[in-house]
């Protein structure tokens, strides 16, 4: 016992030495607050307990795009094999934008979320890059979000999660740690709206959670079910009716159904109104099934995942007569309250149908008198069409810097055309491109560009021309850029309000 306390503590001394030997700007680097303690200090160690961790694991099911992944946070030896299984589920080769971690606030009290934006991540393992300019931006634009560095300092929730993360992704990537220290609903539900753009398949959410603290073994199975059940149901009010009604069992010993549940909740609202999220229960464990564990006060484990359900193959996205009427109309109601000098009329997503709630980029042209009056579009599908819709319809009537803006007396006049792009479909080989019908968009590293599908008949190119002026032109990646960079293909759909159906 003596020798594992010296050699925490000459951990802790060389992270010390090291720490102040670093120049000024990188002592601003969060450094590690329990290495030595829930996983090893030392490289090579925590590497093979890592190995050794991920060949227990549940194997990897087949999942369309993974969103997000609920994980426990304890001691490795614990629940270690647990969170690999979550992570296991994740593409290993998979560029994300960003990793979300949401832990919860185990050390210090206060209400909403604090971003760490001073520095990187540093673990046994090297240096994991924060995304300081993301997390300065939700700061600054969200009055819920902090950049209180205390909540970070000791907190374990986020810093076991990062040896798993550069243990298995085989791409660079960049995190988001968020510590939540809601106590209310209300409050994860501020949190939730401002991280909603950001919730997307080209971003990653890690949500870090344990589940029942000290009941026994057997009474912890039955609680971590139920808890477990609830999120699988992605409603807020199902996961916080059974938090409370655990509470209400008495259940010997049960300090909590779930220590993360403001980060657990927090998720739920982003998802819980999008019928194309499905929730996967992957493993469950609790410290009882450790060979160190004592079965009488457990804390339970389980490895959740969010995925986009997978749309048939030969389901293409298209737009029905009623749902080009109802954009159509939302445009239109959108300029009219504008010039009434109303707000954005308020929508509610659950009485939309699920291709407008979709995420899928657009464009809003106006015209008058069949003269065009304004064009705004944004191509990226980083919100759902409905949205994207209506701060298009504002943008091409105020923004569009080749026009005036137009004036209230015209809205009348104004005929409205929506065209919509279809989701992004990574292509396995240029042969899947016709020319005429599809878009393509080339991504290569931070380097991208598009085409829209009408630029092909305008111009009469090949479709190697198509391809080599994309890369060259858009992307910058050079004429022959092309051929080792993502391609996908989407098409635009083209209605008006002259061309409706009645």
Known sequence: MRTKQIRILLA?????????ALPQDQQLDRQPAVAGQFYPAERNELSKMLGDLFAKAVAPKKMNDVVAIICPHAGYVFSGSVAASSYNQIDPMKEYDNIFILGPSHYVGFEGASVYDEGNFITPLGIVKV????GKDLVAKHPVFSDRTDAHKSEHSIEVQLPFLQYTMKKPFQIVPIVVGAGTPETCAEIAQALRPYFIPRNLFVISTDFSHYPSYNDAKVVDKSTADAVLSNSVAILIHTIGANENRRIPN???????????????SMTQNNPDITFTSIEYRNSGDSDV???SRVVGYYSIVASIKETPQHAEFNLNDNEKKTLLALARNTLQQHFQGNDKVV????????????NCGAFVTLNENNE??????????????????????LAAATQDYRFKPVRADEVKSIEIEISVLTPLKLIKSIDEIQLGKHGIYIKKGAYAGTFLPQVATQTGWTKEEFLGHCAQDKAGIGWNGWKDAEIYTYEALVFGENSSPE
């Open 12 to 20: 802790a001394t060389l992270f010390a030495i090291s720490y102040t």
């Open 131 to 134: 995304n300081r300019e993301l």
């Open 254 to 268: 049960l300090a909590t159904s779930m220590c993360g549940w403001p980060c657990v909740l927090t998720l739920l």
């Open 293 to 295: 564990g004592d079965k």
């Open 347 to 358: 929508i509610d997503p659950s009485s939309l149908s699920a291709n407008l709630r979709t």
């Open 372 to 393: 065009l009056r304004g064009c705004i579009g944004r191509f990226e599908p980083n919100e759902p069409l409905y949205k994207i819709v209506q701060d298009m319809t």
